[in-house]
């Protein structure tokens, strides 16, 4: 249990995949998945520092131009490039690709082409580091349940079945800390990508994000059914809803529905089981014809995208923290 733990402390902050993701012990049946997950967060590495590099040679430049301006020379133009290499170093976070990117085409045009192309490929990757965690967590998930089962069943003891989710939920734990850094770098990528797409399609980040913040509101259940780690559902299930349950509802994408029981349990259900309506495909609301039109399409599948993993890692860390990987009362 010491090696799962001191995994955890350090996955944000080592660099081979063996001290992010610890050693394979071949008890865990879900090591393939922590491995492809793990895989997928190199690429948010790869380039996460273009645009904070590009700011830092400017903001260099800039800054040891301002102190030779006002007549400042010798070590005070070096402070000055110093002091100006640390503010662009923040703002080429945010707006270096984009500057990079206008310096290397001729008009508009071109420049939503590229960064649309950007995006798409963005998008891809995206969608793989979700399907990983996706496959990773419902693998915890249904193991967790399948421990309850056999303790329930006198197939196994509870002292066996208690050690057995204790480990499940350490290794939860880690699954949760590396997913938590690899959505820390998409982060930071995000914060480029945000500022182009605020450039080229003002207000499409907040389109689409004004239909995700409806204030949760107070319901009972229609009809049982089963909560799921996420809006899927092919979804690992970590809840029952009973008939006429209360619980606190907002609406989610596709046709689901986000709820909160009185036991704290947090999940998604059918839209319908709690008489609200889904809100459908993240990119609906999101208007424009032609490449413009593309162009916010693109970008609101990665806003959603980004906001769709980290929602995840927060459901997944919940499950670790609380109900997840308890058994059922002796």
Request: proline share 3%; glycine share 14%.
């Given at each position: 249990?010491?090696?799962?733990?001191?995994?955890?402390m350090?996955?944000?902050c080592?660099?081979?995949?063996?001290?992010?993701?610890?050693?394979?012990?071949?008890?865990d049946?879900?090591?393939?998945?922590?491995?492809?997950?793990?895989?997928?967060?190199?690429?948010?590495?790869?380039d996460?520092?273009?645009g904070?590099?590009?700011?830092?040679?400017?903001?260099?430049?800039?800054?040891?131009?301002?102190?030779?301006?006002?007549?400042?020379?010798?070590?005070?133009?070096l402070?000055?490039?110093?002091?100006?290499?640390?503010?662009?170093?923040?703002?080429?976070?945010?707006?270096?690709?984009?500057?990079?990117r206008?310096?290397?085409v001729?008009?508009?045009?071109?420049?939503?082409?590229?960064?649309?192309?950007?995006?798409?490929?963005e998008?891809?990757?995206?969608?793989?580091?979700?399907?990983?965690f996706?496959?990773?967590?419902?693998?915890?998930?249904?193991?967790?349940?399948?421990?309850?089962?056999?303790?329930?069943?006198?197939?196994?003891?509870?002292d066996?079945?208690?050690?057995?989710?204790t480990?499940?939920?350490?290794?939860?734990?880690?699954?949760?800390?590396l997913?938590?850094?690899?959505?820390?770098?998409i982060?930071?990528?995000?914060?480029?990508?945000d500022?182009?797409i605020?450039?080229?399609?003002?207000?499409?980040?907040?389109?689409?994000?004004?239909?995700?913040?409806?204030?949760p509101?107070?319901?009972?259940?229609?009809?049982?059914?089963?909560?799921?780690?996420?809006?899927d559902g092919?979804?690992?299930?970590?809840?029952?809803?009973?008939?006429?349950?209360?619980?606190?509802?907002?609406?989610?994408?596709g046709?689901?529905?986000?709820?909160?029981?009185?036991s704290?349990v947090?999940?998604?259900?059918?839209?319908?089981?709690?008489?609200?309506r889904?809100l459908?495909?993240?990119?609906?609301?999101?208007?424009?014809?032609?490449?413009?039109?593309?162009?916010?399409?693109?970008?609101?599948?990665?806003i959603?995208?980004?906001?769709?993993?980290?929602?995840?890692?927060?459901?997944?860390?919940?499950?670790?923290?609380?109900?997840?990987?308890?058994?059922?009362?002796a």
């Amino acid at each position: 249990m010491a090696s799962i733990t001191a995994a955890v402390m350090l996955a944000g902050c080592v660099s081979t995949q063996a001290g992010r993701i610890g050693v394979d012990d071949g008890r865990d049946a879900c090591r393939a998945f922590v491995v492809q997950l793990d895989s997928t967060g190199d690429f948010y590495g790869e380039d996460i520092l273009r645009g904070a590099a590009v700011g830092g040679v400017t903001g260099a430049i800039a800054g040891g131009g301002i102190a030779a301006a006002t007549g400042r020379r010798g070590s005070d133009i070096l402070v000055g490039a110093a002091i100006g290499a640390l503010a662009g170093a923040a703002i080429g976070g945010t707006a270096g690709y984009l500057q990079a990117r206008q310096r290397q085409v001729q008009d508009q045009g071109a420049l939503v082409q590229a960064v649309g192309g950007d995006l798409r490929n963005e998008n891809r990757q995206l969608e793989a580091t979700q399907l990983a965690f996706n496959q990773l967590v419902d693998c915890r998930v249904n193991t967790a349940n399948r421990i309850r089962a056999d303790v329930r069943s006198g197939r196994m003891s509870r002292d066996q079945g208690m050690a057995l989710m204790t480990y499940q939920r350490d290794l939860m734990r880690r699954d949760v800390a590396l997913a938590r850094s690899i959505n820390e770098k998409i982060g930071t990528r995000g914060g480029e990508f945000d500022t182009a797409i605020e450039t080229i399609a003002p207000g499409t980040k907040g389109t689409v994000q004004a239909r995700r913040t409806a204030t949760p509101q107070p319901t009972s259940a229609r009809v049982s059914a089963p909560i799921r780690i996420r809006p899927d559902g092919g979804a690992a299930q970590i809840g029952q809803l009973a008939p006429n349950e209360r619980v606190t509802v907002r609406p989610a994408e596709g046709n689901f529905a986000q709820v909160e029981t009185s036991s704290g349990v947090v999940g998604f259900v059918p839209a319908s089981a709690v008489g609200v309506r889904g809100l459908g495909s993240p990119t609906a609301g999101v208007g424009g014809r032609g490449q413009e039109g593309e162009f916010r399409q693109l970008a609101a599948t990665n806003i959603a995208r980004r906001d769709n993993f980290s929602e995840s890692v927060q459901n997944a860390d919940r499950l670790a923290q609380g109900q997840g990987f308890e058994l059922s009362p002796a």
